[in-house]
């Protein structure tokens, strides 16, 4: 098994996460984006998106990371991860959408913003950012888990971004100090504590 990721790629993070808590071993190619290597041929015919992470197992090629966080806990983790019971999928399924949007339009965002002095509008990915947090917290607040009341891939999608010393990493320093981060943070804790229990954890 193969994933081409990025060190410092949040989206390919979420995923060596989860190779960790199935107990999978991958190996990894980095891309490097600055080199424009996404953008070459060989690279656009794992991806058209031209984007990592990308999974390659033994010839199945998935792109995106919760496609791939999907593929990975169906085909490795029982019901573990992804439940096949139409409210669990659902509830879990939920969370990711937080992922694909607040987070990765919000969060992400403003940290390419901030880190790579990428284009884009600040102020708008932080609203977008935060609305998402507040929405980690509500549920965070009352349960341990965001889907169901274990962890799933829900967690591993949506929590790692938040994990201490990821504002170092060039978070906007607007986010820190609010509850809802200092909460995710927890929640974060609380998911590596369990991936201690059961893997050797990610790199
Ligand atoms: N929805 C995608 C987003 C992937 C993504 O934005 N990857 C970034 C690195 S974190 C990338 O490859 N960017 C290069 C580009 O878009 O040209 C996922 O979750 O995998």
């Known amino acids: 098994m193969k994933l081409y990721d990025l060190e410092l790629s949040g989206n390919s993070y979420r995923i060596r996460l989860l ?25 656009l015919s794992l ?12 010839g199945v090629v998935i792109w995106d990371s919760p496609a791939i966080m999907v593929y990975l806990a169906r ?11 139409a409210r669990g999928m659902a509830e ?11 987070t990765l339009f919000g969060l992400a965002r403003a ?6 002095k990428r284009p884009g509008n600040l102020e708008e990915a932080q609203a977008l950012g935060n609305k998402g947090l507040g929405v ?3 549920r965070l607040a009352q349960h341990d888990w965001l889907a169901l009341d274990r962890p799933t891939i829900a967690d591993g ?8 010393g990821a504002r170092r990493r060039g978070f906007p ?3 820190s100090g609010r509850a809802e981060v200092d909460s995710a943070h927890q929640g974060a804790a609380r998911l590596r504590r369990h991936a201690r229990g059961v893997a050797a954890g990610p790199r």
């Open 157 to 164: 999608a949506l929590l790692p971004l938040r994990r201490p």
């Open 173 to 175: 320093r607007s986010l």
């Open 136 to 138: 980690l917290e509500q």
């Open 47 to 58: 991806n058209p998106r031209g984007q990592v992470p990308v999974l390659d197992d033994h």
């Open 92 to 102: 879990v399924m939920q969370w990711l959408a937080v992922m694909e949007n607040e």
């Open 75 to 85: 085909k490795y983790g029982g019901e573990q991860w992804l439940p096949t019971d």
């Open 19 to 43: 190779l960790a808590l199935l107990g999978l071993k991958a190996e990894l190619q980095t891309v490097n984006l600055i080199h424009g290597e996404n953008r070459k041929e060989w690279f």
């Open 111 to 116: 940290r390419v913003i901030c880190k790579f």
